[in-house]
């Protein structure tokens, strides 16, 4: 008898922990990572969401054969229309968020070190209050150590994987705090949000972000000779330069003014791209050009 109530008491005092996955046509990598977070989970996983934001591949398909396969019945799948993941993740954090002790959010090209999740929630649930936030570290790739170090002295983290404290997400949801649909470079906002408190100001508040060294994720090697590397490289050097464009514009603008779309600043950087990219090469103002007008006419649409 004294034994069971032990056990009670023990589980009582575990940490509870969700995972969200933000998923853009990943028909080719969703089996994989679903598969690297399910052998990473332990029996405090409250809930594992997948939200498929406008996809137009068999993302879902894949998904859906995965959880009946494998009987991951924590496995819950959120079908989006609209293809953006600023809006998934303002969905994930008005609506679906719950009271667990912290919340993870990854991508869906990635795979896991092993109990990372268990790893970082305790972690983090044993820091000092201030702190809110964990990283996942890099675990490959060519710049890792540039990133390793981003996270060490500046306490950032990247969409790959983080956690937040409950607690931060109770502050972001009754602030409110939303990120802008159409914003791109959303790591930078992220780290911003968390390392000021959501104030945005220039200096960055002591201890909000945490790590653990060799936890994190891993992520296939773009080659050379693909073209599909090729396109998610030139993809992701057009969104940061652009996010860098558009932090700019925000930065004018107290956090509770901004707007829920950034079609109005888009349009704006477009009327003066001479000016706005003055300082970006020949060829970066072409890759920002052409997403430009992708999510113009996807706004007009």
């Not at 009946?68 to 079908?79: A, D, H, N, T, Y």
């Not at 790590?211 to 073209?227: A, R």
Request: hydrophobic fraction near 35%; glycine fraction near 4%.
């Amino acid at each position: 008898m004294k034994k069971n109530y032990q056990k009670r008491a023990l589980k009582m005092n575990d940490q509870t922990y969700s995972i969200v996955m933000f998923a853009y046509n990943e028909e080719k990598n969703i089996e994989k990572t679903l598969l690297s977070i399910k052998e990473q989970i332990s029996e405090d996983l409250d809930t594992f969401y997948l939200i498929a934001n406008g996809c137009t591949d068999n993302t879902i398909v894949i998904a859906t054969e995965v959880k009946q396969r494998e009987k991951f019945e924590k496995l819950k799948i959120i079908k989006l229309d609209v293809g953006d993941k600023c809006n998934a993740w303002n969905h994930y954090l008005h609506k679906l968020a719950k009271e667990v002790d912290v919340h993870f959010f990854v991508d869906a090209d990635v795979k896991f070190s092993k109990q990372c999740f268990a790893q970082m929630t305790q972690k983090l649930c044993q820091a000092p209050k201030e702190t809110v936030a964990i990283a996942g570290m890099p675990l490959s790739g060519r710049n890792r150590e540039f990133y390793e170090s981003l996270i060490v002295e500046r306490s950032c983290f990247f969409g790959n994987l983080y956690g937040l404290r409950y607690s931060f997400i109770k502050r972001m949801q009754s602030f409110p705090f939303r990120l802008p649909i159409g914003l791109n470079w959303i790591d930078s906002f992220l780290t911003k949000a968390v390392n000021t408190d959501l104030t945005f100001g220039q200096a960055n508040l002591p201890k909000r972000v945490c790590y653990l060294e060799g936890v994190g994720y891993k992520f296939d090697k773009l080659s050379l000779f693909s073209w599909d590397s090729f396109k998610l490289y030139t993809s992701r050097i057009a969104r940061y330069e652009l996010g860098k464009i558009q932090e700019k514009h925000l930065d004018r603008t107290p956090t509770k003014e901004w707007p829920l779309h950034m079609k109005n600043i888009n349009e704006k950087i477009y009327k003066n791209f001479a000016a706005e990219t003055k300082e970006l090469s020949f060829v970066k103002k072409h890759m920002v050009y052409k997403r430009l007008c992708r999510l113009l006419k996807a706004s007009k649409g």
